[in-house]
């Protein structure tokens, strides 16, 4: 399933231990494994822990192992679960994330994002840099543009290869996700998803070329915010290009 047991128990406290989650009772594990991670979580009574587990040997492992938490395995695939079915409140996600889902759990955190108010995951060094990384960096991206709408995000620090089994080609990075205070996006949420992605698509070009078949007047031409690249803009710069697309295409839309 492409996961990488963590066999370190210093490096699983540690990350146990960066869940702040001071707020929320609540802790959802993603891929426990043989569970490193959740012999920490259960010996904080404050956390609620539930785990969910797409392997069946590692689930039968859990249950024998971990018979406290017996009623909150969930085996299933987190990326297809229906969150609301499992949790009413807020909750926080921590794990090893499977370094080829990991972008993808991102995504759905997203989806959820007013009801996850914290997240720890290990996932690949170069990816938790990369969703860590501010504009300016070259590893900047889609993804780091999307969570860092809804998240402040650190990067804590890096695993190596050998505490790992089977050891991984790559270092790891740990990372924390905390919610910021940003309710709703302050323009077109779906018009922002599809500006930032077309922007990046083409990350060499300026924002003025990459979004031309969307920029029409002489006016928006001449902004000089469509002379960066996309990865030279902030959540808030990308807000406001939406939100000078969006009221073009309204003026226009009362002109004919």
Known sequence: MGQH??????????????????NVKKVLEIGPGMGVLTQ???ENKAYETSVVEIDRESVDYLNSHFTEIKERI???????LNLHNHFAEPFAIIGNFPYNISSQI??????????IP???????????????????????GILSVFLQAYYDIE??????????????????????LTRNKT????????????IVKMAFNQRRKTMRNSLKTMI?????????????????????????IVRLIGQQSKNSDQSQ
Do not use: W
């Open 118 to 140: 914290e997240v720890v995951g290990m996932l690949q060094k170069e990816v938790a840099e990369r969703l860590a990384a501010g504009p300016g960096s070259k590893t900047y």
């Open 183 to 194: 309710e709703k996006l302050n323009c077109d949420e779906k018009l922002f998803k599809g």
């Open 155 to 176: 990067y804590l620090f890096t695993v190596h290869e050998d505490v790992f089994t089977p050891p991984p080609k790559v270092k790891s990075g740990v990372i924390r």
């Open 40 to 42: 920490f979580l259960l």
């Open 106 to 115: 991102f995504f759905k955190v997203l989806e959820y994002h007013n009801q």
């Open 74 to 80: 969930i085996s299933a695939d987190f990326l297809r």
């Open 5 to 22: 047991f963590l066999n370190d128990k210093n490096i699983a406290k540690e990350i146990v231990e960066s869940l702040r989650a001071t």
């Open 216 to 240: 029409t007047t002489d006016e928006l031409k001449a902004n000089p915010i469509f002379d960066k690249r996309p990865e030279q803009l902030g959540v808030t710069e990308f807000e406001k």
